[in-house]
């Protein structure tokens, strides 16, 4: 017998037992479990980058509108001051994300003699929201007209 080492107890029987297909199929549920993880992960991040770069297109818009009025009308007028909520994405499906946008205009304490109007103004505009996730993210843009 000492030549026949691939017989069992049972005799020539061989395959798994039902003890290795369970721990098999365990691995390959877990490793499923990771990958649709990952992909959800994924998917999130990408569409939280989606809603960054629309707040900064959106901020780069306003910014581009102040600094066409300062050259316009001399300087930022401060109408474009304030806070009000403004929607980053919404429709298609998807749940809308309310953002918070904080415009600031300060104008330098300098005045041209020849127009009456400020050397500069600084300006700012700020996008705050919170994701569906519960990251929050900020998009700021500064600058000088």
């Not at 005799?11 to 993880?37: F, P, R």
Request: charge should be negative.
């Amino acid at each position: 017998m000492a030549g026949d080492s691939d017989k069992n107890k049972y005799g020539d029987q061989k395959g798994l037992t039902l003890i290795e297909i369970m721990v098999g199929l365990l691995v390959i549920g877990i490793s499923i479990l990771a990958m649709y993880i990952m992909f959800i992960n994924g998917r999130e991040m990408i569409t939280e980058q989606y809603h960054r770069r629309i707040a900064l297109e959106k901020a780069r818009a306003l910014m581009e509108d102040m600094q066409y009025s300062s050259r316009k009308l001399g300087s930022v007028p401060t109408s474009f001051r304030g806070a009000e909520e403004d929607t980053l994405v919404a429709g298609e499906g998807r749940d809308p994300i309310f953002a918070e946008r904080t415009v600031t205009v300060e104008h330098s304490p300098q005045i041209d003699i020849r127009t009456g109007y400020p050397y500069y103004s600084e300006v700012s505009v700020v996008y705050e929201w919170e994701e569906l996730s519960g990251r929050e993210y900020r998009v700021e843009l500064r600058s000088a007209f």
